[in-house]
């Protein structure tokens, strides 16, 4: 059963842990929705920074073109063309162009939309590139997202540019100028730089262009840029989580040095507590096995002082009425004792005083047969002097039974030994014994004989008619058990609670006192001497001897086997 | 440039073996070639050649350890060089024994490839040889064909836009590899031939029928070649056989992507410019080409193991058509043809029937080698109108030896 001071001990942990428990999680969510706030804030920003840098890259890329359509290095060009050179003479051309404008995608398209020159891809030179040309028909004065074909490593692949248009005319002659700048590492590298994330450039084909790390778990964002590309910023969560991790491991900590010391302070509040109540609890059981003397010396204040103080006025009062009781209780049974032994004294009394009456009045008449009744009366009186004098001593043998001389002794043999030299039945009485062998008991051999003898004299007593006997010996743990049974009518039901009184006795002649010296001599050995309370069939009383037992070793199962003999 | 430090044993104008380093080169029997050496050669770097050198000279270009194309001059030879050193009769006689009867050899004897070198160093005997100056060059006075008139040639290594400002200023009598559409470049035959070489399990069978259907020679001379550049019709230059129109197939139906790798010799810009428009034009076609720029003896590796996808390749054809087919056969990586085509070929009795048979054997094999021709080059040199005595030979190289200033316009070096 657990203890009161550990109930406490647990209380107070409890109480501890669920206020943690509380509040644990409503600051971590509190955290999380704030980191959760930042995070998206700087995706936000990210994604308004993609769009304000995309937006310059077109202007720029707008203003670059613009000044080379009016260049004279493009007139040149046309000039060129229009003196038609050889084409290979203008295969660099355009290269040269775009470079010095920084520009990373220049096409130089006659009317019908055929290379004149590329920069971005030299050897595209005479073909056809319909993707660049389509740019010629967008709204003027925008650089949309485009898909351009640019040499990988893996051959062409289509990367996303911000590209641009403009015409020039050179008499019967237009040259269309479509270039731009390239949404590429560069521009990956200047986004990831401006807004502290990772930035991947997904297009259509080839590896991503990439920048910066993120270390996972992450959160991604994707801003499309037409059907040509996207980008990806990704945020890391790392730094969040490690905040959130550092945290909880300080709420573990706290509730773990909370919980330690709640269950501490649990533990000297409840001992603080308990203390009185144990004490209590502890003198009570004292107090309920006799020890009065004792009191309550726990200091404590408030109901339990109280209680100690009730308690120390209770066991006061309870030693006073105890001492009363058990006074008045000995008064009584010396009183009883008194009056039956004035009682047994008394009835020799009334013969002893007729027969001297008698004789008194003969002598006084001189009655002839005064010396007859003399003799007669004589008698009479010796007899009853001796019935005095026999009641004097078993008194006086009750009053100061002998100290027992202890030894060891086997139940089983003491009572095979009390039955063939002792304890002859008489005729028409049947003993049956069931010994169990190796029963020992520390006791006076002697004394313990007599009790045997007594038990065996008021069975043989009940059987007036014949009957049977039953001795068993019987071995349990600690415990030695002598079971005296006879087959007679019982006890009545009345008289079974004063059977072991002095003086108490249902038979013509006897003293009363034998069962009550039996019962002393078990008491003196620590043991006890009852009547069995239930019935059992074909036995009329049954008498149990409980003596603690002595074990030479200790106790085997064979211990537990029965000596079955015959009468 | 190496033709003016070194030379061969003799100079081959398509019909007529002009003996130079060799003082005589004989047939003492239609399966022995000999050759006497002049006496007295030395090496640039004043070793003696002899009869020694030469046969290592040759020996070196047969070894597995230099792959070269230009193994197939020596074919014929028994043995393919492996007794080369049995070939020496004397310090300045060899005699070179052939498997079959091959008239060619001689005038394949001349090509430069077969320049004589010295062992170690790499020094050959030329009309120039090094100067002190670095990318100078002064006249070799131990030329067995005479001094050159020039005493000193100064290199300048540039592009050709400068060059073309440079040589328009005066400030140069010669720029080679540009033309200013004004000065005709130097006359000489365009033997100088690309092929895409390409390894049949790797791209697919249909390669062949896509890249003729992408790829226009014409264009790719006219846009990518600044040059002087004929495109190649047929396996061997216009110079060697009638160019045969080859029909460009329709276009088939794109395939799944398929990825291939080309190689070029990154020392050759227009390498670069034609393997980047081969690129454009079969991306078309769904083919990714990556482009792999090696140095030339990576290329010959790869071309020697036969570890690669496609691979451009440029060689110098000899101004015979014979031993043209030769060299072609050899690029294609099929060897093993040599054995049964060119004994035929030299078992014809005149040179007339020789070309012949060869030119109708190059139409024949077109289809069955993994090579595809694409253009041929010639050397393109611009004189100023004060140089006198400039030709080429007949493999197109320029011989600077007899050229010659107008006294006025030499620098006072006489550069």
Request: net charge neutral; proline share 8%.
């Amino acid at each position: 059963m657990m203890r009161l001071r550990t109930r406490l001990a647990l209380a107070f942990a409890l109480v501890a842990g669920a206020a943690f428990a509380l509040v644990a999680p409503l600051s971590l969510n509190t955290l999380r929705q704030a980191l959760s706030r930042e995070l998206e804030a700087r995706m936000d920003h990210a994604a308004s920074v993609s769009k304000d840098l995309i937006a310059q890259r077109a202007e720029a890329a707008e203003k670059a073109i613009d000044e080379l359509s009016k260049s004279v290095a493009l007139e040149e060009f046309a000039r060129e063309v229009y003196s038609r050179v050889p084409a290979a003479k203008l295969l660099s051309s355009a290269e040269r162009l775009m470079t010095v404008r920084g520009l990373s995608v220049l096409s130089l398209l006659d009317e019908r939309g055929v290379t004149l020159s590329s920069g971005h891809l030299p050897t595209r030179l005479g073909d056809p590139d319909p993707t660049l040309f389509e740019i010629t028909r967008a709204p003027p004065k925008t650089a949309p997202p485009t898909a351009v074909e640019l040499r990988g490593e893996a051959g062409l692949q289509r990367k996303p540019a911000l590209v641009t248009a403009r015409s020039l005319d050179y008499g019967e002659l237009r040259i269309w100028v479509v270039g731009g700048l390239l949404l590429d590492q560069s521009f990956a590298e200047q986004l990831s730089r401006m807004t502290g994330t990772r930035v991947e450039i997904l297009s259509t084909e080839g590896p991503p262009a990439a920048a910066g790390t993120a270390e996972p778990p992450t959160l991604e964002r994707l801003f499309d840029l037409g059907p040509v590309a996207r980008i990806k910023v990704v945020l890391s969560r790392a730094p969040a989580l490690a905040a959130e991790r550092a945290l909880e491991r300080a709420f573990a900590v706290l509730a773990g040095l909370g919980l330690g010391l709640a269950i501490l302070l649990g533990a000297i509040v409840s001992r603080w507590i308990t203390r009185p109540v144990e004490a209590l609890t502890d003198a009570a059981r004292r107090i309920a096995s006799g020890e009065f003397e004792l009191a309550v010396r726990e200091k404590a204040s408030g109901e339990v002082g109280e209680l100690v103080s009730a308690f120390n006025r209770m066991s006061l009062e309870l030693r006073k009425t105890t001492q009363q009781l058990v006074g008045a209780e000995r008064v009584a049974a010396w009183q009883e004792v008194a009056r039956r032994l004035a009682h047994e004294i008394k009835n020799p009394l009334t013969p002893i005083r007729m027969s001297l009456e008698t004789l008194l009045a003969a002598s006084r008449s001189g009655d002839p047969r005064f010396e007859a009744l003399f003799k007669e009366s004589a008698a009479a009186v010796l007899e009853e002097v001796e019935r005095l004098g026999r009641i004097v001593d078993e008194f006086s043998q009750f009053a100061r039974l002998p100290k027992p001389q202890l030894s060891r002794v086997d139940l089983a043999e003491l009572v095979r030994q009390v039955l063939t030299f002792q304890a002859a039945p008489s005729q028409g009485i049947e003993i049956q014994r069931e010994l169990q062998p190796g029963v020992l008991v520390r006791a006076d051999r002697d004394q313990l004989v007599q009790v045997l003898l007594n038990l065996l004299k008021n069975a043989e007593q009940a059987l007036t008619g014949g009957g049977r006997i039953r001795v068993r010996v019987e071995g349990k743990a600690g415990k030695a058990l002598l079971r005296v049974d006879d087959s007679g009518p019982g006890i009545p039901a009345e008289n079974r609670p004063r059977i072991f009184e002095p003086y108490f006795t249902t038979k013509e002649g006897g003293s009363g006192l034998g069962l009550a010296i039996a019962r002393r001599i078990c008491q003196e050995h620590g043991g006890e001497l009852g009547l069995m309370s239930e019935h059992q069939p074909g036995w009329g009383t049954t008498f149990v001897l409980e003596l603690p037992r002595e074990f030479e070793q200790p106790p085997t199962e064979s211990a537990s086997n029965r000596e079955e003999l015959s009468p | 440039l190496l033709a003016l430090s070194t030379s061969g044993l003799c100079r081959f104008n398509g019909q007529r073996v002009r003996p130079l380093l060799a003082a005589e080169i004989s047939r003492p029997n239609p399966l022995v070639v000999r050759i006497a050496l002049r006496s007295e050669l030395r090496f640039a770097n004043g070793a003696p050649l002899t009869a020694t050198e030469v046969a290592a000279s040759f020996e070196r270009l047969v070894r597995p350890a230099s792959p070269s194309p230009y193994r197939a001059l020596l074919f014929p030879l028994r043995g393919e060089g492996l007794g080369a050193a049995s070939w020496v009769r004397a310090a300045d006689a060899l005699e070179l024994p052939l498997a079959f009867p091959w008239p060619e050899l001689e005038g394949a004897l001349c090509h430069p490839s077969l320049a004589i070198t010295a062992p170690a160093g790499g020094a050959g005997i030329g009309p120039y040889r090094p100067a002190k100056e670095r990318n100078h060059f002064e006249a070799n006075a131990a030329f067995p064909l005479g001094r050159a008139f020039p005493d000193q040639l100064a290199l300048t290594f540039t592009d050709e836009r400068a060059a073309a400002r440079l040589f328009a200023l005066g400030r140069v009598h010669l720029a080679l590899g540009i033309s200013d559409g004004r000065a005709p470049p130097l006359p000489g035959p365009a033997l100088y031939a690309t092929y895409l070489a390409f390894s049949p399990e790797k791209v697919g069978a249909d390669f062949r029928l896509a890249f003729e259907s992408a790829l226009d020679r014409n264009d790719l001379t006219r846009l990518f070649l600044p040059t002087a550049a004929v495109p190649l019709h047929a396996l061997l230059p216009p110079a060697l056989m009638a160019p045969v129109p080859l029909a460009r197939p329709s276009v088939p139906s794109p395939s799944a992507p398929r990825a291939l790798v080309l190689a070029f010799d990154r020392s050759l810009p227009e390498h670069r410019s034609v393997a980047e428009r081969i690129q454009v034009k079969l991306h078309e076609l769904n083919y990714r080409l990556a482009l792999k720029p090696l140095s030339r003896s990576q290329l010959r590796a790869g071309w020697a193991s036969g570890n690669f996808d496609l691979m451009l390749h440029s060689i110098l054809l000899p101004p015979a058509a014979p031993v043209a087919l030769a060299l072609a056969i050899e690029l294609s990586g099929r060897h093993e043809l040599l054995r049964s085509e060119l004994p035929p070929i030299g078992a014809q009795a005149s040179p007339g029937e020789r070309d012949a048979m060869a030119r109708q054997r190059a139409a024949a094999l077109l289809p069955e080698l993994p090579l595809i021709p694409l253009y041929a080059q010639s050397t393109v040199l611009l004189a100023s109108s004060e140089v006198a005595g400039l030709h080429a030979d007949n493999q197109g190289v320029p011989a600077l030896d007899d050229a010659s200033l107008a006294p006025e316009h030499a620098s006072p070096r006489g550069e």
